[in-house]
């Protein structure tokens, strides 16, 4: 992103580069030096800077979104040897600005109230009827500048959709607003349906487990004790594998034979 502010007397283009992470990263401050350099360097080509002309200043931002508080270097000063003055002297000093969204507890977050932080709450775990007023927030933030409106829009359909499984779940929304009275509207009926998910996911898992111990004992009641990669095969199969090799018990002749392939 390339912004224009004034200062002093002139005006100046500050670019911001911007990463964004899900899981802390030791070596992000190579990957920011070599992003940095990439860029100057296409500025220097499609820009056609000469001799004596000044590269803009770059703004490095990470946006840190995982779980637990980023813990490694910020500069990469800190990640070079340094045996001795001489080398220490030409080693690069270059930091990122971190964003740490974990490190920003709720109750901050509601007193700063802008689109970002509201934002930042809804990233974290809450109740479904929490979300929809944190959305209804969001909307009475950015209504007033519809591009802004609809890229927050787009965010909090993806963040809310991965959290109800259900990629298409405000498809029928045009603004945040109506993602928020989606929410309370048919807060019930999604309670229910992951209540009912989930039991059957339970069932289904149990009655795996099941099979997968008769299946074993089959085994080895006709082939003896099993290695390893037996216990390894059983716990990664399907119904439909386990349900196959049961019946494939009856004819093989050797404990290869039962996991050949169809």
Excluded at 77 to 100: G, Q, V
Excluded at 169 to 194: G, H, R, Y
Aim: proline residues 5%; negative net charge.
């Amino acid at each position: 992103m390339v912004w224009k502010v004034r200062w002093g007397s002139q005006e100046l283009y500050v670019y911001l580069l911007i990463e964004f992470q899900s899981e802390a990263d030791y070596f992000m401050p190579v990957r920011i030096m070599t992003y940095i350099g990439l860029l100057y360097q296409d500025l220097i080509k499609s820009q056609h800077l000469k001799t004596h002309d000044k590269l803009p200043p770059v703004m490095p931002i990470v946006l840190h979104r995982g779980q637990k508080a980023w813990k490694y270097p910020l500069n990469i000063n800190e990640l070079i040897s340094k045996p001795n003055e001489i080398l220490a002297h030409y080693c690069p000093n270059l930091s990122f600005f971190l964003i740490d969204e974990c490190q920003y507890p709720q109750e901050t977050l509601m007193q700063i109230d802008n689109a970002l932080a509201t934002l930042f709450q809804l990233e974290q775990p809450s109740e479904i009827l929490v979300k929809a007023k944190q959305v209804a927030r969001l909307f009475l933030l950015v209504k007033h500048a519809p591009v802004l409106e609809r890229v927050f829009r787009v965010w909090v359909d993806h963040i809310l959709a991965m959290r109800l499984e259900n990629p298409d779940a405000f498809k029928a929304a045009t603004n945040l607003e109506e993602i928020a009275i989606m929410l309370e509207e048919c807060v019930d009926s999604w309670v229910t349906q992951w209540r009912n998910e989930g039991e059957e996911k339970g069932l289904q898992k149990g009655r795996q487990e099941g099979e997968v111990l008769v299946l074993k004992k089959l085994l080895r009641k006709r082939f003896g004790n099993l290695p390893s990669w037996v216990d390894d095969k059983l716990r990664k199969a399907c119904a439909d594998e386990l349900e196959f090799w049961v019946e494939a018990i009856l004819d093989a002749k050797t404990l290869d034979e039962v996991f050949l392939p169809r």
